[in-house]
Structures are given as C-alpha cells and as structure tokens.
C-alpha cells in the first residue's frame, strides 16, 4: 500500500479552522484514504473515509484532489478537546482483512 | 453497544516472566487484530485473526509471542520471557471482514511495562 507522508505536528487556537495534508503519491486504484484520530491513552478511532472529491460528516471533512496524491483533513472550529494525534492511512479496497500501516501521525495541539 | 475491551488495563512484570493480555472484540465481528505502540510512535500491527485461524501472523516479532482466539471470539496475546524493549501499549481492534475499507474499533489497549 502506498506510503503516506503528513506533518509531525502543528499548533492551532479554539474557534479556528485546522487543515492537515497528506501526500500519498503511490496511491493504487482502489485505495481509499482514511484518518483515524487517537487521543492521549485510548485507541486510534475512525474520523472520516474517501476515495475522490470530497466527503464529509458530523466531525470533519476530506478534501481529495482529482489525481489523489493528496488529501486533507479539515476540521472546523477547534476545541481544547480536539487535541491528539492524527493518522492518514490507504486502505485497499479488496484488502479485506489487511491490516492498517500507521505512519507516525500528526500531533495537533489546540490552545486557548 | 459495547466496545471492544482490553484486559488488564496496565500490567507490570518483570524482565524474563510471562504475560496474558486480553481482547474482547464486538460481538459479531469476526476480524480481530492485534497491534503494538510505542512511545510518540503509531501502532504496529502483529496478528489477524479471522475466525478462529490466525490468517496474518507476519508482524509478530519474535517465537515469544504468541496469539490465540479458540472460540472465535475473545483472544489472548501470549508473551514468554518478557524483555524490557517489550514494554509497550498492546492494542486490539475487531471489524467486520468484508472489504479492506472496513472501519477498526479499537480498544483502550494495555499498557505492558517490564522492569
């Protein structure tokens, strides 16, 4: 599955817009791109799942452009509480099964 | 519902003792998995169970780990002779195995620390 690459870490404040990109430029056909967020002593938990264009839910949005080397997570207004880590992960769509490649995530701290 | 579940919440041991930990998945679904996180890194995966069957047991690191899942439900990863670079949060997670895309639900993990 394609490698995915997203920034360390990045700082924000309350009320404000956060964007976190992610490259996979070895993204195959039928790979998906999804993020998963964990939070300090608990498991990773699914945000948000895309294959093109845009998508979004209750919690986020993903963004992914027409050649899908790329993609980002959008999360609107931040609180204190959306401080954690934040994996973008391909998935195979035929990979039943397979198991999930986190790379090292990025770290997003909210502050007041 | 109830989640996945993970038994005991932390453990300590000392360096050359075997360790259980504990994985109850949600009820239905047959794909568990069990992964390995160190400190400021993200999870590792270790063993996949479908069913009953290890079908991917690739990411174990060593023949000290061990992994079973006899009724095809709760599992247990077995660690013989524990050493310190053992210590880690041990995840579980359980999803329905129907496509690749099929959403992981985690469980809070045990912290295993090994002095």
């Known amino acids: 599955l394609a490698k995915t690459t997203q920034p360390i870490s990045m700082d924000s404040y309350e009320g404000q817009e956060v964007n976190i990109t992610c490259s996979h430029n070895?993204?195959?056909?039928?790979?998906?791109i999804t993020w998963y967020q964990q939070f300090p002593s608990q498991g990773p938990r699914f945000i948000i799942q895309g294959y093109k264009t845009k998508v979004t839910n209750e919690v986020a949005s993903l963004f992914i452009p027409a050649d899908r080397k790329s993609s980002t997570l959008s999360l609107p207004r931040v609180s204190l509480s959306d401080t954690a880590v934040y994996y973008c992960?391909?998935?195979?769509?035929?990979?039943?099964?397979?198991?999930?490649?986190f790379g090292g995530g990025t770290r997003l701290m909210v502050k007041p | 519902g109830a989640g996945v579940s993970q038994t005991p919440s932390n453990k300590v041991t000392e360096k050359g003792k075997y360790v259980e930990l504990r994985c109850d998945p949600i009820?239905?679904?047959?794909?568990l998995y069990w992964y390995r996180q160190s400190l400021g890194q993200g999870p590792e995966f270790l063993i996949y169970f479908q069913g009953t069957g290890a079908a991917d047991d690739s990411g174990l690191p060593n023949d000290r780990f061990f992994a079973v899942r006899p009724e095809g439900s709760v599992s247990t990863l077995k660690i013989q002779r524990t050493e310190r670079g053992d210590s880690a949060v041990y995840l579980c997670?359980?999803?329905?195995?129907?496509?690749?895309?099929?959403?992981?639900?985690f469980g809070p993990g045990t912290r295993l620390t090994v002095l």
């Open positions: 997670a359980s999803s329905l195995p129907t496509s690749g895309t099929d959403t992981q639900y």
């Open positions: 070895n993204i195959a056909t039928n790979d998906y």
């Open positions: 009820s239905g679904h047959t794909a």
């Open positions: 992960l391909v998935v195979g769509l035929n990979n039943a099964g397979n198991m999930l490649t």
